[in-house]
């Protein structure tokens, strides 16, 4: 069954302080891969896709990711986090034609 | 604004009302679909209609019923809803199966 996890509810970290957000999947044939952030009473907004080609995708507000095939893996990260990254933060996978699967969310909070 | 715009922003409905939500998108794109977002769970794709052609229907009750007369407009008409219908519902588009989908700021839905 194709799916995708993000193990971790809520990510806390320091303002200026490097983040992570995890995410693995699971998926038949290539995965297209992508990060959506969420802020509150808002839709959700593009950050970055891999779909072929550098395992690291550097995607919008220096937000970059990593593919790691290996270990089904697509973790979301940013050198140096800002207080205003503080969002929920979704993974997803196209799972074939117009069909998207995605993780139930991180919630990042930056603390100043 | 990332061109995707959704009327209205809150409704209230009792569970005898019938209401309709409305998505329109102004970037050229050819799909639209409705995703609804409920506390703590992840996305759930309710219906694609690509080329005003309905390409998904992910086993959403008769309750909802969509409607794409172009590919510029979506609906989603509600009627006879449940309690446990309250959501947010979020509209999006895409130019093709694979690209990024672009997302209105949704509709919070409380059914009473």
């Known amino acids: 069954a194709q799916s995708v996890a993000q193990p971790e509810d809520q990510v806390n970290v320091a303002e200026g302080n490097p983040l992570t957000v995890k995410c693995t999947y699971s998926?038949?044939?290539?995965?297209?891969l992508f990060w959506y952030v969420q802020y509150p009473n808002r839709g959700l907004q593009f950050l970055l896709k891999y779909i072929t080609g550098d395992n690291l995708v550097k995607g919008s507000y220096g937000f970059e990711a990593e593919f790691n095939k290996s270990q089904t893996s697509f973790h979301l990260k940013k050198p140096s986090a800002l207080v205003s990254d503080s969002a929920l933060y979704f993974c997803a996978v196209r799972a074939g034609g117009f069909k998207t699967i995605f993780g139930a969310g991180t919630r990042l909070f930056v603390k100043a | 604004e990332t061109g995707v715009t959704q009327t209205p922003r809150h409704l209230v409905m009792g569970m005898t009302n019938k209401k309709s939500l409305k998505c329109e998108q102004h970037?050229?794109?050819?799909?639209m679909y409705w995703y609804k977002q409920s506390a703590k769970k992840p996305l759930e794709l309710m219906f694609v209609?690509?080329?005003?052609?309905?390409?998904e229907n992910n086993s959403v009750p008769s309750r909802f019923s969509p409607e794409c007369p172009n590919s510029s407009h979506l609906f989603l008409h509600l009627h006879t809803l449940q309690p446990e219908d309250s959501a947010l519902y979020l509209c999006?588009?895409?130019?093709?199966?694979?690209?990024?989908?672009?997302f209105g700021p949704g509709t919070r839905l409380l059914v009473l």
């Open positions: 970037l050229g794109h050819n799909a």
């Open positions: 999006a588009s895409s130019q093709g199966s694979e690209e990024t989908q672009y």
């Open positions: 209609y690509n080329f005003k052609e309905q390409t």
């Open positions: 998926v038949s044939g290539n995965p297209y």
